[in-house]
């Protein structure tokens, strides 16, 4: 786009831009751009641009936030929060919600029910209610949460409610500069093994189709008729569920209005929501499971956009849990919890018997939970699930006690789907474990249930480190870890996975491979995806792929070594593999 259809395009956003503090912004910007000079928006060009103040940074600027609509991807809209139409911002909330309007009028017809929440990351709240406007205007039955809850009460509602559609405005996980939109189905959208699951094709491309054809913003309606705010029921509900999970089969979890006859339990948990909104709710349901030993993180306890004590809201990041174990070790804690900032997501530490604190892989949490899912049998569902970039042990797990497995796209819009589901998780440390009532990952439920492990386990006079150990002894050592590589110009992962499948991998860690698999290509038990998988000899797996969510390309690495009689579990030397096939990896991608 030359200098001249850019500056065009720009100020015909502008102009119907319902924001008048980004309007304000994107102006500075033209202005900028043109003449070098903001007009009396200094302000508004320098915070825009980062300080630069040149014409040509402010053109750059410009064609970033003009490079194409955002689309909707593995996590629905994601984007840094700014004017433009590539960034969020109350206009592209308003055209987004324009189009889920038009297609709920198109399959449902009028009266569609829709429930809204959002997290507090900035603009969440502006988002929200520009989103509820919209569809109160276009005759929608519009739900409002309270405001800075998790997005699990949102996924929760939209099964409590019987909703056709639920929004929840977020961006998890994802630096302090941007937000996001989801949208969940439900009702009479979507059959029961998709109800309160985030969208999938074709529903994503119908409601994007909508979005293009959807009007500027400025021309959109909006309403505050119709709203309806459900006040403090549907948390309190979702509370309950939680807090009754603590070992009380499927008839107790059922009923949600008596969880309060646990006693007293000696497991001592340190809580850390990393500045997000899941602390409260994180602690509400875990007194009401019977758990009064909870100590949040007080640097980390309450929501803070801007994220101050970590570079990066994602628990598994390294450093991002470092104030909640010095806090484990001073108050001689059983676990630590950590919840990413919109509570879907949930990371463990656990002590060690030979001193020290250990944060568990993603697929570790998943293998003890999915062992304490498998073992219930008051549990419903007959099938444990994950991502086919997750541990293959969930399906040894699952054979070990008779149970289906299943491996499906990464996502948990499809591990959520899977029929017949007991308990889902996929590796970036998301797990599904009341998947009656909240049909998607839940970091607040699955925080109850690793509590409920320690209790049980504690009460034999075993610790979660030792089931870990029973776990390698019956199935083998399952040793897992992940290399990313976060890229600037997202072009560098196209050329990555070319090389890749223009020059394949004939070793990984001295073992050959033997066998290829191009995901793409899709098969019997999964849908075309870009990605690459490579089996080796010894067992090894490596599954490289695209991010959905983030400019990453990553790769799935995970050994299988055998543990001997000696019952010693050889972690030392799967660590020592899994540095090797890194090693091997990264030469093969040419990064």
Known sequence: ??????????????????????????????????????????????????????????????????????????????????????????????????????????????GARVVIGCDARHGSSEFMDAAAEVLAASGAEVRTLPKRLPTPVTAYAVRALDCDAGVMITASHNPPADNGYKVYLGGRLTDEDGRGVQIVPPADADIAARIAAAPPADEVPRSREGIVPTGDGVVRDYVARAGSLRGRGEDAAADSGDSGDFGGSGVRIVLTPMHGVGGETAERALHEAGFPDVHLV?????????????????????????????????????????????????????????????????????????????????????????????????????????????A???????????????????????????????????????AVRVATLADDLAAQGRTIEDLLDDLARRHGLYATAQLSFRVADVSLIADGMARLRANGIDSLAGSPVVETRDLAQGSADLPPTDGLMYVTAADDRVIARPSGTEPKLKCYLEVVLPVGDDGVIPRAAAAERLTRIKADMTAALGF
């Open 1 to 110: 786009m030359n200098h001249t259809d850019l500056v065009a395009r720009a100020r015909d956003w502008a102009a119907h831009d319902p924001d008048p503090r980004t309007r304000a912004e994107l102006l500075a910007l033209v202005a900028l751009a043109e003449t070098g000079d903001t007009a009396g928006d200094a302000d508004d060009a320098t915070s825009a641009i980062g300080g630069e103040r040149s014409a040509q940074d402010a053109l750059a600027e410009l064609a970033s936030r003009f490079s194409g609509p955002l689309q909707f991807g593995t996590a629905g809209l994601r984007g840094a929060v700014a004017a433009g139409e590539s960034r969020m911002n109350v206009a592209v909330v308003v055209r987004a919600t324009a189009g889920l309007a038009r297609y709920l009028l198109d399959t449902v017809g009028p």
């Open 408 to 446: 499906t796209l990464t996502g948990f819009k499809w591990i959520a789907r899977t029929p017949d589901i007991r308990f889902g998780y996929e590796e970036a440390i998301g797990y599904c474990t009341d998947p009656e009532a909240v049909h998607d990952k839940d970091g607040v439920t699955a």
């Open 298 to 406: 007080p640097k980390q306890a309450d929501p803070d956009p801007n994220f101050p004590t970590v570079s990066f809201p994602n628990p598994e990041e390294p450093g991002a849990i470092d104030l909640s174990i010095e806090l484990a070790e001073e108050l001689d804690a059983t676990v630590v919890v950590a919840l990413d900032p919109d509570a879907d997501r949930c990371s463990v530490a656990i002590p060690l018997r030979d001193g020290g604190w250990r944060q568990l892989t993603g697929d570790e949490i998943g293998a003890i939970l999915g062992e304490q899912a498998a073992a219930d049998p008051a549990r419903s569902g007959g099938t444990l699930a994950c991502s086919v970039v997750s541990s293959r042990l969930l399906g040894r797990i699952a054979a070990g006690h008779g149970l289906r497995s299943a």
